[in-house]
C-alpha cells in the first residue's frame, strides 16, 4: 500500500509539473484554419503574450499521429522568432520546409493540435472543433483563454477587430474620463450594442455601458466613449475609471469579450495607450491623442519592452474558474518570485522563481485542485513587493 501511495504522489508530481510548465509558457496556439485548399493551406497562427521575443526554434506542432508516434512532430524551423506580443503563422499541411517528413493536415471534421518546446515540454494544446470554409477558430482576445469560431480569418494579426486604443483616467469637469475606440480593418465596423465595463459591470453590481444604437467605427478610425457619466440618454451604468488603477472589459452583441485591459495608475497629463494603433502593446502616453492615432511604435531595446514603475496587476479575469492570467511589469532587470498564498499564508504555488530583463510579463495560474475562496498572490523583485486578492469561484 505504501509503495502505491508513493506512486501516485510521484505521478501526480509529474502532472503538477508538466502543468505549471505549460501555464507558464507566453506562447499560444493563437488561431487555426482547417479548411485548407490549393493556394491557401491549413495554418495554425502562435502567438507570443510577453513583451519580450522569444526563439521557438525547434519547438513542435503535431496532431495525434504526432502525439501517438505514428508521424513524426512538426519542427518550427531554426531561425523562427516571436516577437514581443507578435505573432507567426506555420503551414501544416504539406512538406512546407526542407526535410519535413511529418505529414501533419488538419482534419476539417475536427481535430487536436499540440505543441511542445524545444525542451519536449508540452506548452499548449487546442481541441479545433469543425469549421466552415471561411471561419477559423481563434483566441479572444489574442492569448487568451476563449477559444471560439471567428469570421474573417485574420491570419498573422490580432484577432480583436475593434480594440481599446487609448484611457484616460483622470477625468475632471469638462474634460471627463474617456476611452478611445480603434477599428483595424479597412472597412467600417457598427458597434451599436457593443458594451463596455468595469467590475462592476463584470460582477453584476452596475449595469453594463452600451454603446449607443447607430455608433460605426469607420476604417482604420477611431470613436470616443465618456465613461464616467450617463453620456447617453437611458445610461444608468454609473462606470466612472479608479485614477489608482481599474480593468475595462468590451464585449460584442453576442456576449464575448473581445478586447480587455488593466490600467494602472495614472498622471493627469498622461494616457494608456496602445503603440502603434491597434497593436498588443500598451504604454504610458503625453500628450493625449484623444481621437486621433497614437503614433509610432515607442523605444525598445534588444525586443524589451520598457516601462516606468514595477507593477503587479489585478489577475484576469477576478472573479475566476478555475484559470486566471496574473501580469507584472519591471523597469529593470530583477530577481523575481511570483507565488500564489491561501489566507493563512501558505504557499499554494510558485509561479516564477527567477531573473527576468526588464519589460512585461504574463503567467497563467491554474486553481482547478483548489475549493472556492479568497487567495493571495505576491510578487517580489528587487526592493519592491506587492500582494493582491484572487477570488475563486466555484
Not at 484577432?159 to 469638462?174: D, H, I, S
Not at 475606440?181 to 452596475?206: A, E, H, V
Not at 460605426?216 to 470616443?224: D, E, N, R, V
Amino acid at each position: 500500500m505504501k509503495k502505491k501511495s508513493l506512486l501516485c504522489v510521484a505521478v501526480l508530481s509529474v502532472l503538477l509539473c508538466a502543468h505549471l510548465s505549460m501555464a507558464q509558457s507566453p506562447i499560444k496556439v493563437n488561431e487555426i484554419y482547417s479548411r485548407g485548399v490549393a493556394g491557401n493551406l491549413d495554418w495554425v497562427e502562435m502567438y507570443n503574450t510577453s513583451a519580450a521575443s522569444v526563439d521557438i526554434s525547434g519547438y513542435k506542432i503535431y496532431d495525434a499521429g504526432g502525439k501517438t508516434g505514428t508521424k513524426p512532430k512538426k519542427l518550427f524551423p531554426t531561425g523562427t522568432i516571436l516577437p514581443a506580443k507578435g505573432f507567426t503563422v506555420i503551414i501544416v499541411d504539406t512538406a512546407s520546409f526542407t526535410g519535413d517528413l511529418s505529414g501533419f493536415g488538419l482534419g476539417s471534421g475536427g481535430d487536436s493540435v499540440w505543441v511542445e518546446n524545444a525542451a519536449g515540454t508540452l506548452i499548449d494544446s487546442v481541441f479545433i472543433p469543425a469549421l466552415g470554409v471561411d471561419t477559423t477558430y481563434a483566441r479572444i482576445p489574442d492569448g487568451s483563454n476563449a477559444l471560439v469560431k471567428a469570421t474573417p480569418a485574420t491570419k498573422g494579426s490580432s484577432n480583436v477587430l475593434v480594440k481599446m486604443n487609448e484611457v484616460y483616467t483622470r477625468g475632471v469637469a469638462g474634460n471627463l474620463d474617456w476611452i478611445e475606440m480603434y477599428n483595424t480593418l479597412t472597412t467600417q465596423i457598427d458597434i451599436s450594442g457593443y458594451k463596455i465595463y468595469d467590475n462592476g459591470g463584470r460582477g453584476g453590481t452596475k449595469p453594463k455601458k452600451l454603446f449607443p444604437t447607430g455608433t460605426i467605427l469607420p476604417a482604420k478610425g477611431f470613436f470616443l466613449i465618456v465613461v464616467d457619466t450617463a453620456s447617453y440618454t437611458g445610461d444608468l451604468s454609473g462606470f466612472g475609471l479608479g485614477s489608482g488603477g481599474d480593468t475595462v472589459w468590451v464585449e460584442n452583441t453576442a456576449g464575448i469579450v473581445i478586447d480587455s485591459v488593466y490600467l494602472p495608475a495614472l498622471g493627469v497629463d498622461t494616457t494608456y495607450a496602445r503603440k502603434p494603433d491597434g497593436s498588443n502593446l500598451f504604454v504610458k502616453s503625453s500628450p493625449a491623442t484623444k481621437g486621433a492615432t497614437n503614433g509610432p511604435a515607442t523605444s525598445v531595446r534588444s525586443n524589451t519592452l520598457f516601462v516606468s514603475d514595477f507593477v503587479l496587476n489585478q489577475n484576469f479575469p477576478n472573479p475566476f474558474n478555475p484559470t486566471t492570467t496574473i501580469s507584472y511589469q519591471l523597469t529593470s532587470k530583477s530577481m523575481v518570485s511570483l507565488r500564489v498564498y491561501d489566507l493563512l499564508g501558505k504557499e499554494i504555488a510558485e509561479l516564477v522563481n527567477e531573473q527576468k530583463e526588464a519589460g512585461s510579463y504574463s503567467v497563467q495560474f491554474n486553481a482547478r485542485n483548489l475549493a472556492s475562496g479568497i487567495y493571495m498572490v505576491g510578487l517580489k523583485a528587487g526592493n519592491y513587493s506587492e500582494m493582491k486578492k484572487m477570488t475563486l469561484i466555484r
